[in-house]
């Protein structure tokens, strides 16, 4: 998993962008998850906490669905 940080508008909070690969039939996918949040910990937080809905839309993207520029999602804090 990679993670890259983007900036937002108004300066309150963080993108950061968590690039990771999913396997299916012997093939791999590249998938991307952004997560707007306040630092790198909390966004790491909420990717861990979501990644069993994030690994199913991922699989859903490769058996599929649409996925606009790899970004399967977007998290933001509550």
């Known amino acids: 998993m ?3 940080q983007t900036s937002m508008n108004g300066g309150q909070s963080a993108g950061y ?3 990771f ?3 299916s039939d012997g ?3 590249a998938c991307c998850v952004k997560v707007d949040a306040p630092s790198m910990h909390e966004a790491s ?4 906490e979501k990644w069993p809905v994030i690994e199913s839309m991922a699989r859903d ?3 599929g669905e649409v996925v606009e520029d790899g970004v ?7």
């Open 2 to 4: 990679r993670q890259q």
């Open 17 to 19: 962008s968590f690039f």
């Open 21 to 23: 690969q999913i396997a």
């Open 27 to 29: 093939e791999r996918r």
């Open 45 to 48: 937080a909420l990717f861990r």
């Open 61 to 63: 993207g490769i058996n």
């Open 72 to 78: 399967i999602m977007t998290l933001v804090m509550p």
